[in-house]
């Protein structure tokens, strides 16, 4: 069960909820922290979406740090689309190292929040994982130079039938990228993952049960 957490943020509380696999069999092998879609939008840490990756990061053995963003539910501040948010994503970074010192540091994030993910954990010297899904890698005003410099190991679920992200664009995103990395593709899934959204977990836990790094 996710257990509610108040974080220091740079512009006030920032609202999070902290799932962990069962520490009486093994301790996580990783902490994640998992940025959730555009607020403007609805995104929210509760997003279905993010909801289920969380659950399947928890399955594959880790401990995951969902928040909302400033502005969003109870966290405070406000909306400054981009600057401010990935300032946070820092702050609940700085949370997870501080809370499992001695495990691997990984950075997640759906949609809007996938880019402030990537781009902060892909410059961020404790990170050692990349996790996007469905990143918006051609939406103007977001810049992902960061994650294509970045040869951290990278993780990516996209749906089929994304309209936000072409499945082309992906590609192409994706082909420019170092090594070490993958991709995987979820049938008729579209931006959101409605109906979709259990796979994206299942794809997740999939991708990293036996990654350790």
Request: proline share 6%; with cysteine.
């Amino acid at each position: 069960m996710a257990a509610v957490h108040d974080l220091k943020g740079p512009a006030g509380r920032l609202e999070a909820l902290l799932d962990a696999p069962d520490e009486t069999h093994a301790a996580p092998k990783a902490a994640v922290v998992f940025a959730h879609p555009l607020p403007t939008h609805g995104g929210t840490m509760h997003t279905k979406a993010v909801y289920q990756a969380t659950k399947g990061l928890v399955r594959a053995g880790c401990a995951v740090l969902r928040f909302n963003f400033r502005g969003v539910g109870a966290s405070e501040g406000s909306f400054t689309g981009g600057p401010g948010e990935k300032e946070d994503f820092t702050a609940a970074l700085d949370y997870m190292r501080a809370r499992y010192p001695d495990l691997h540091l990984w950075a997640a994030g759906f949609s809007f929040g996938a880019w402030i993910a990537l781009e902060v954990g892909a410059v961020n010297d404790f990170v050692t994982v990349l996790i996007g899904i469905a990143p918006p890698v051609t939406r103007e005003g977001y810049d992902f130079s960061n994650t294509k410099r970045s040869t951290k190991a990278k993780f990516f679920i996209q749906g089929e039938g994304d309209d936000i992200c072409p499945l082309q664009d992906m590609w192409k995103f994706y082909s420019e990228l170092p090594e070490p990395k993958e991709l995987v593709i979820i049938d008729a899934a579209d931006h959101l993952f409605d109906g979709h959204t259990t796979e994206v977990g299942e794809a997740l836990e999939d991708l990293v049960k036996d990654f350790n790094g």
